[in-house]
């Protein structure tokens, strides 16, 4: 491709794939949060996600819960629950946050951004009178909806208490 200016300039010749690598790196538009773009020929994904002339690679958040007795006596059972939260997706997420329903109580733990492949455990501990019947915690990451996501389907887990102790729930 050439491009001729007027007689007191010299003929310029440019490299199509220079003028197509510059023209696409100036119109660029910004990336959602959680989403990492490639602007040239790079990793090759399963999952890309192409929005006009950018590739997206989303993060794919997924939330997991255990719990143990911690202690107990004749009046309360006390429980550490460990979520563990997963990174999927082939992007790196923004930070976030996992709420616990627990009794109608809905607190929230910070999850710090996560790489590709990369997971954090967050402790959570919570107390049951003894005896109960509500032994169920709701887990739910990105509640605000703050990571653009492969899949918000997987975004929710529960979990039953600890129920193999004498004091169970």
């Keep these: 491709m050439s491009f001729h200016f007027n007689a007191a ?3 310029i010749k440019v490299i199509p794939v220079l003028a197509a690598a ?5 119109l660029t538009p910004a990336l959602p949060a959680g989403a ?17 002339p950018t590739i997206y690679y989303p993060a794919d958040l ?10 107990g006596d004749s009046f309360n059972t006390y429980y550490r629950v460990t979520i563990l939260v997963r ?8 930070a976030t946050q996992v709420s616990i329903w627990d009794r109608g109580l809905l607190p929230r733990l910070s999850v ?3 790489g590709a492949g990369s997971s954090v455990s967050l402790i959570y ?8 019947q509500d032994c169920t915690l ?10 653009s996501e492969l899949s918000e389907s997987n975004n929710n887990a529960s979990t039953l208490l600890d129920i193999s102790s004498p004091y169970q729930c």
């Design 112 to 114: 710090p951004a996560l």
């Design 22 to 26: 510059l023209a696409f790196n100036v």
């Design 9 to 11: 300039t010299k003929a």
């Design 36 to 52: 990492f773009g490639i602007n040239t020929v790079g990793t090759i994904s399963t999952r890309p996600l192409v929005i006009g």
């Design 138 to 147: 709701v887990f739910n990451v990105d509640p605000g909806n703050l990571v």
């Design 87 to 94: 990174n999927i997706g082939d992007g790196p997420s923004v």
């Design 125 to 132: 501990n919570t107390s049951r009178p003894w005896p109960s």
């Design 62 to 71: 997924v939330v997991s819960g255990s719990s143990r007795v911690v202690s």
